[in-house]
Each structure stands twice: as structure tokens, then as C-alpha cells.
Nanobody, 115 residues
Framework: QVHLVESGGGLVQAGGSLRLSCGASESITSIFVMAWHRQAPGKERELVATITNGGSTNYADSVKGRFTISRDNAKNTVYLQMNSLKPEDTAVYYC?????????WGQGTQVTVSS
């Protein structure tokens, strides 16, 4: 079992920044892909960003140029730096660890961006 705990959500003004953290219960070097997803009421869940154990990243078109996913292997932590936040970024953000046979999810953290 991989346990994930997100933190760093909150309320920010449009144009502001926020950094989310996802702490994992085991070394993230053994996890092929770490990802951030988000879901707002009435919206389908969206894949926001991924980072592999090789360090490659990808992003949803809606966040490219504004969000950055990174990792600190020594701290077993993955981050999502969110800049130039927009009201449409408002959602519950979930951390996911994708292993070979299954995925593990965190509990989610609320991000609210006011206009």
C-alpha cells in the first residue's frame, strides 16, 4: 500500500500562486509515475501533470506554462507549483501514484481561486 497525503491547498486571488505537496509513504523512485489530477463539481476529472521516475514531465494544455510538477526523492514528496492561477483552476486536486498493477490516490486538497 502506498499512502499519499496532499497539502498546500487554500484560497487565493486570481493571478496568485500556490504550491501543493504530496508526501508518499515509500520512495517515489520505485513509483513509475506520480501525477496530479483535479476535479471540480460538474466537471470530469482532469489529468493535470505527471512526472516519471526518470524525471520526464507532461502537462494538460490548460496549465502549460503556468504549473510545474517536481519531486524531491529524499523527502518522498512531489510538488505542484501553480502560478498565474485562474478561477477555472478551482477544484479538488488529487495526488496519484501509478504503479505497475494499480494506482494509489491521496485524499485531495481544495484549491479555490477567487476572481
Amino acid at each position: 500500500q502506498v499512502h499519499l497525503v496532499e497539502s498546500g491547498g487554500g484560497l487565493v486571488q486570481a493571478g496568485g500562486s500556490l504550491r501543493l505537496s504530496c508526501g508518499a509513504s515509500e520512495s517515489i523512485t520505485s513509483i513509475f509515475v506520480m501525477a496530479w489530477h483535479r476535479q471540480a463539481p460538474g466537471k470530469e476529472r482532469e489529468l493535470v501533470a505527471t512526472i516519471t521516475n526518470g524525471g520526464s514531465t507532461n502537462y494538460a494544455d490548460s496549465v502549460k506554462g503556468r504549473f510545474t510538477i517536481s519531486r524531491d526523492n529524499a523527502k518522498n514528496t512531489v510538488y505542484l507549483q501553480m502560478n498565474s492561477l485562474k478561477p477555472e483552476d478551482t477544484a479538488v486536486y488529487y495526488c496519484k501514484a501509478q504503479l505497475l498493477l494499480r494506482a494509489y490516490w491521496g485524499q485531495g486538497t481544495q484549491v479555490t481561486v477567487s476572481s
